[in-house]
């Protein structure tokens, strides 16, 4: 996941993927086998119901949103995108 994300970041080519990170061969299957069945999508659309979340509970402090609420509201959107295809 950290090497899909620093490419991602950087726009480093997959060959060029720091030592540290899984070589190119994993990093790129992985990358591949996500964005073909649609699970970078469900990842990204998480990932931006958390960020929305966040935000909200920022601009209004008295709004109190339990943990657990965030993220069955997050996995509705998801299980929605997911049905939706």
Request: net charge positive; glycine share 4%.
């Amino acid at each position: 996941m950290n090497a899909i994300l620093y490419q991602g970041r950087t726009g480093c080519q997959w060959a060029h993927l720091p030592h540290d990170l899984p070589p190119k061969s994993a990093t790129y299957y992985y990358f591949a086998a996500w964005r073909d069945d649609g699970t970078d999508q469900v990842i990204h659309e998480l990932l931006r119901c958390q960020v929305h979340e966040r935000a909200r509970r920022l601009e209004d402090q008295t709004l109190v949103v339990p943990v657990f609420r965030a993220i069955a509201r997050c996995s509705r959107c998801v299980s929605a995108l997911a049905s939706a295809r």
